[in-house]
C-alpha cells in the first residue's frame, strides 16, 4: 500500500527472560495520528525505541518509506526523515532554548563541519530554529537557558526541535506529560494539525488526548498488541476494557 | 632460544602478571562498587613499600616488613577514603581524576619528604634467597616461586570471599545496586571504607612483594598503576576474573615481547636493528594488545555491555 | 560578580604588561617565565576543546605535547647535525625554521589524535580516562626505548630554532611569538564556540542521544575535537622544547598529561581563558613556592584538592560566578 508511511512486522524484543516486545506489527499511514497505549511496563518504549533504531529487535522488521531500515542506525533513520521526541526530555540543558532548536536544524542541514562562523550569524538555520519555536509557542523563552524551562515547556522543546527536521514521521513518546490541563490542550490542536504536516506515531497516557486526536489506537499489554482499531472499536473492544481501560470509561 | 628460558619467561611474566593482579584487583572492586576511579592507588603501592623497607630496616624482619605494609596502606587507604575519597563518589569522573592527582602529588612529595629523594632497598628473606631446581631442569629464584604462590594463594582467598562470605554478598550487591545494599540496612559508608583499605591493602602487599626485587622509590607505583589500567580495559571494568586473565596476559606480553620480538626481526633484518626496534616494539606490546582487545571488544573480555 | 569579559580582558594585559616591564627592567628571566605560562596555557587551551567542550577526559594529552617536542626535536637534530631525516623514497632533510616545525607538530599530533581517538572513542567514562593515559605511557616507553633520537637522554638542540624576521634568542622576541600564537588559538577557539560545530559538539557532550536523532554522529564530533585539541597541545608542546632547546621522555610522561589538566582545572573547565589563569597560576606557584620549598607538589596538591572539593568551576567560576549562555 502507498499510503503506509512506516510499519514494523513481526518485532520481537527479550530481554534475558523477559519478552519486552511480542511479535508487534503495525502500521502509520499519510496524515494519520497512530496512538499506542498501553499500562505502565507493557514495552511501549521499547517499542519506539526499536522503530527509532537505539535498540535492535531480536527478530522482525521496520520499514520506513517503502525501504527495510532494520539494521540502520538512529542517525541513518533520523536523515532519512523519522523525528523522535523523547519521554524524558534529552535537551542540552546548559544551552538556550535557540541553540537546542538550532541543532535540529544543523542535523537537517547535515552539515555541523563549519568551524569559524558564528552559528547565530546563519540566517537560514536561526529561521529555521525560530520557525519551529515559534510553532509550539516557544518564541518568547528561546534566549533562556534550557535547564530553566518548566516540565511542560521541555516537552514543546523536544517538539520543536522535531519539527526543525521537517520529518516525513513523527515519533512522540508522551508529548503531553506533566503540560497540565491548558498545554494539553494546546497541544493537542497543536498536534492535531500536524498530521497533515508528517503522520504521527503517538505513545500517550492522557486518555482524552488520546481519544480526541487518534485515527487509530494499538494497545500494548505485556509487550503484545492486543489490539488495533478506531477510538470506537477500542472503546467497545471488552478485552481491552477488562486488560487496560478497566474502570476508567 | 631454548627451552629453559622461555620456561623462566613464561614465569617471569606469571609473577609479573600476578602482581599486577594484586594492584588491579582493588582498582576494580572500588570502581566496580563505588564508581570511583583511583590514581592514587599507585601510592599505596608506594606506601606499602616504604613502610616494608623502613621496617625491615630496623628489625631486619621481613615478616614484620609485610605486616608493616599491610597495615601502614590499609590505614592510609582508610584515612584517605574518610577524609577525601568519600566527597567524590557523588562527583563526576573529572573530579575524582583531579582529586586523586592532587593525592598523588600529596603522596608524593610526602614521601619524599620523610625519606629523601634516593631509593631504599628491600633485601629478600635468606631462606627465600637463590635458585631452586624446578622440575626440567630449570633454576630459578625461589623468591619470585614464593611471589606466584603468594598471589594466587591471594586471588583465590579474594574470590572465596567475594563469592562465599557476608561482606562478598555485600560487596556483588553493590555493584549490581547501590540502592540495594542501602536498602538492606548495611552501613554503606562502612562498607565502602572498608572496601577501599582492602584495595589499598592489596597494593600495599604487592608494592612491599615487589619492593624486594626492585628498588623502593619514591614514583615507583604509578607505572605500575597506569599497567593496572591496562589490565583492567582488558579484563573489564569490575570483574576480578577479567582482572586476574586480563593481568596475566599484559604479565606475559611484556616479558615475552621484550625477549621475542629482538628474536623474531633478528630473522629478517642485521642483529643491532633487530634489537632497537624490537626493543621499541616490545615497549608498545600491551598497549597494541589493549588497542586490538578494544577494537575486538570495547568493554573488555568480562566487562558488561553499556 | 565580575563579568567573564573584563576578568579575561584584565588577564591578557597581565600577559602583556609584565613581559614589557620586564623588558624595560632588564629582567629576561621574567620573560622566560612567561613565556613558560603562554605555552602552558596553550596546551592547556587546546585540552580543554576536548574536556570543556568534548567533555572529554584525556589524561594523555603529553602524547601531544611529547610528539610536537619530538617534531622540533627531530627536524632541528637532523638539522644541525646535517643528516638527512630520511632518504628513501624521497629525500627529506631537518630543518631550524620554526613555522616548518609547527607544521610538522601539528600535522604529526592530528595523525595520533586520529588513530587515538578512534581506538579510545569506541569506550566512553572511565575507560576513556584510563585508555587515553595508557596511550599515554606507550609514547613514553617508545621514546625511552627509541636510542636514535636520545632514548632516556632526550634530544639536546645547540641554537633555538628561527623564525623569519625574528631573533628567537632575544626573549622577548620568542615571548612575541608564543604569545601570538596563544591568542590567535584563543581567538579561533572563542568562534568554535559558536560556530554549528561547536553548537553541535555541546549538545554531543550532553545529550549524545539527542544528536543522534537529529542525524548527527556524536562520536564523529567528538573525534573532530579531540583532533583539534591534540594539534594545540601538539603544538604548545613544539614551543616548549624550543624554549628549553631540549625535549626527552619527561613531555611524554602522564605527570605532564596530569599537569595539564591541571591547568584547565584550576582556571575553570571549558571558560575560554580557563586554561590561561590555569597556566599562569600553576607557573606563579612554582616560581614562589618552588623558591620557597623543595615540597612545593604538596602545596598544589592541597589546593587542587580544595578546588575540587569546594569550589566549582575553577578560578574563574569563583570569580565571575556561572558561566553566561554564548550570544
Not at chain 1, 503495525?26 to 495520528?33: A, F, Q
Amino acid at each position: 500500500m502507498n499510503n503506509i508511511v512506516l510499519s514494523t512486522k513481526g518485532l520481537t524484543k527479550h530481554f534475558g527472560a523477559l519478552s519486552a516486545s511480542k511479535n508487534i506489527t503495525l502500521d502509520l499511514r499519510v496524515g494519520e495520528i497512530h496512538a499506542i497505549i498501553g499500562p505502565n511496563g507493557a514495552g511501549k518504549s521499547t517499542f519506539i525505541s526499536q522503530v527509532c533504531g537505539s535498540i535492535k529487535p531480536d527478530n522482525g522488521t521496520v520499514h520506513f518509506l517503502g525501504r527495510d531500515v532494520t539494521q540502520e542506525t538512529v542517525r541513518d533513520r533520523a536523515q532519512a526523515g523519522l523525528a523522535r521526541s523523547f519521554q524524558i526530555s534529552a535537551l542540552a540543558m546548559e544551552d538556550s532554548v535557540l541553540q537546542n532548536a538550532l541543532l535540529g536544524a544543523l542535523g537537517a542541514s547535515r552539515n555541523p563541519w563549519r568551524f569559524l562562523s558564528p552559528a547565530l550569524g546563519n540566517k537560514m538555520l536561526v529561521e529555521q530554529a525560530k520557525h519551529a519555536l515559534d510553532r509550539v509557542g516557544l518564541s518568547d523563552h528561546a534566549n533562556k537557558r534550557a535547564s530553566e524551562l518548566s516540565h511542560g515547556q521541555r516537552r514543546q522543546l523536544e517538539v520543536g526541535i522535531a519539527l526543525t527536521l521537517s520529518p516525513k514521521a513523527f515519533v512522540m513518546d508522551e508529548p503531553m506529560a506533566g503540560l497540565g490541563f491548558e498545554g494539553s490542550m494546546k497541544m493537542t490542536s497543536f498536534l492535531n494539525r500536524l498530521r497533515q504536516e508528517a503522520p504521527i506515531l503517538l505513545v500517550e497516557h492522557d486518555m482524552e488526548a488520546v481519544f480526541a486526536l487518534a485515527d487509530r489506537i494499538s494497545v500494548l499489554v505485556y509487550g503484545e498488541v492486543i489490539a488495533t482499531g478506531t477510538v470506537e472499536e477500542i472503546r467497545a473492544d471488552p478485552y481491552v476494557r477488562d486488560a487496560y481501560l478497566g474502570e476508567e470509561l | 632460544m631454548t627451552f629453559v628460558l622461555l620456561a623462566e619467561q613464561i614465569l617471569n611474566g606469571i609473577q609479573f602478571g600476578i602482581m599486577l593482579f594484586l594492584m588491579a584487583a582493588g582498582l576494580t572492586l572500588i570502581f566496580g562498587v563505588m564508581g570511583l576511579i583511583n590514581l592514587a592507588h599507585g601510592s599505596l603501592y608506594m606506601i606499602g613499600a616504604f613502610s616494608a623497607a623502613a621496617v625491615a630496616g630496623m628489625t631486619g624482619s621481613f615478616i614484620l616488613a609485610l605486616l608493616a605494609a599491610l597495615t601502614a596502606s590499609a590505614a592510609a587507604g582508610a584515612l584517605v577514603e574518610l577524609l577525601v575519597i568519600r566527597r567524590l563518589y557523588n562527583k563526576d569522573h573529572l573530579d575524582q581524576v583531579l582529586a586523586t592527582f592532587a593525592l598523588i602529588l600529596i603522596f608524593s612529595e610526602g614521601t619524599r619528604w620523610i625519606f629523601g629523594s634516593f631509593p631504599l632497598f628491600l633485601d629478600i628473606p635468606d631462606p627465600l634467597s637463590g635458585p631452586v631446581t624446578i622440575p626440567g631442569g630449570i633454576q630459578y629464584p625461589l623468591y619470585r616461586l614464593v611471589l606466584i604462590g603468594a598471589g594466587l594463594f591471594i586471588s583465590i582467598g579474594l574470590g572465596f570471599m567475594i563469592t562465599k562470605t557476608r561482606i562478598g554478598i555485600q560487596i556483588r550487591a553493590g555493584e549490581n545496586d547501590r540502592e540495594m545494599i542501602a536498602a538492606l540496612g548495611i552501613n554503606i559508608s562502612g562498607l565502602y571504607t572498608l572496601i577501599f583499605s582492602l584495595g589499598a591493602a592489596l597494593a600495599g602487599l604487592a608494592g612491599a612483594l615487589v619492593g624486594a626485587i626492585q628498588s623502593v622509590q619514591v614514583g615507583m607505583g604509578e607505572p605500575v598503576l597506569i599497567l593496572a589500567f591496562v589490565v583492567i580495559v582488558i579484563g573489564g571494568i569490575g570483574s576480578i576474573k577479567g582482572a586476574l586473565i586480563g593481568a596475566l596476559l599484559v604479565g606475559l606480553t611484556d616479558t615475552l615481547g621484550s625477549i621475542f620480538l629482538p628474536e623474531l626481526l633478528k630473522l629478517v633484518t642485521d642483529p643491532s636493528t633487530a634489537t632497537s626496534i624490537g626493543s621499541s616494539l616490545s615497549s608498545m606490546a600491551i598497549y597494541i594488545l589493549m588497542g586490538a582487545i578494544l577494537i575486538w571488544r570495547p568493554t573488555g573480555l568480562f566487562g558488561i555491555k553499556p | 560578580m565580575m563579568r567573564e569579559y573584563y576578568l579575561n580582558t584584565i588577564i591578557l594585559g597581565i600577559f602583556i604588561i609584565i613581559p614589557i616591564w620586564a623588558f624595560i627592567m632588564d629582567e629576561p628571566f621574567t620573560i622566560t617565565l612567561m613565556t613558560r605560562a603562554a605555552i602552558f596555557a596553550l596546551a592547556a587551551v587546546g585540552l580543554n576543546i576536548a574536556l570543556g567542550l568534548g567533555g572529554l577526559v584525556s589524561l594523555g594529552h603529553a602524547t601531544f605535547f611529547g610528539i610536537g617536542g619530538y617534531s622540533m626535536g627531530i627536524l632541528a637534530y637532523h638539522a644541525q647535525t646535517f643528516t638527512p631525516l630520511m632518504e628513501w623514497p624521497i629525500l627529506v632533510s631537518g630543518s631550524k625554521l620554526m613555522p616548518l616545525i609547527w607544521i610538522n607538530a601539528v600535522i604529526m599530533s592530528a595523525v595520533a589524535g586520529l588513530l587515538i581517538g578512534i581506538l579510545s572513542l569506541r569506550t566512553s567514562g572511565v575507560y576513556f580516562i584510563m585508555i587515553t593515559l595508557a596511550f599515554g605511557q606507550m609514547f613514553f616507553f617508545f621514546s625511552i626505548s627509541w636510542s636514535a633520537y636520545g632514548g632516556e637522554d632526550g634530544l639536546s638542540i645547540y641554537i633555538r630554532n628561527s623564525f623569519p624576521g625574528l631573533n628567537t634568542l632575544v626573549p622577548i622576541h620568542y615571548y612575541t611569538l608564543c604569545i601570538t600564537l596563544l591568542c590567535a588559538v584563543l581567538w579561533i577557539n572563542s568562534r568554535l564556540i559558536k560556530s554549528p560545530f561547536g553548537i553541535a559538539l555541546n549538545a554531543a557532550r550532553q545529550v549524545p542521544a539527542r544528536v543522534e536523532t537529529v542525524g548527527l554522529n556524536p562520536v564523529r564530533l567528538k573525534l573532530a575535537a579531540f583532533i583539534m585539541s591534540g594539534t594545540v597541545t601538539g603544538l604548545a608542546g613544539a614551543l616548549f622544547a624550543d624554549l628549553n632547546r631540549f625535549v626527552s621522555p619527561t613531555m611524554f610522561s602522564w605527570q605532564t598529561s596530569g599537569e595539564i589538566m591541571v591547568f584547565v582545572i584550576i582556571g575553570g573547565v571549558g571558560r575560554l581563558f580557563g586554561p590561561v589563569v590555569g597556566a599562569l597560576v600553576f607557573v606563579a606557584l612554582e616560581h614562589w613556592l618552588g623558591g620557597l620549598s623543595d615540597f612545593w607538589h604538596i602545596y598544589l596538591g592541597l589546593l587542587l584538592l580544595g578546588i575540587v572539593l569546594f569550589g566549582r568551576g575553577g578560578l574563574i567560576g569563583m570569580i565571575c560566578g556561572e558561566a553566561r549562555l554564548h550570544e
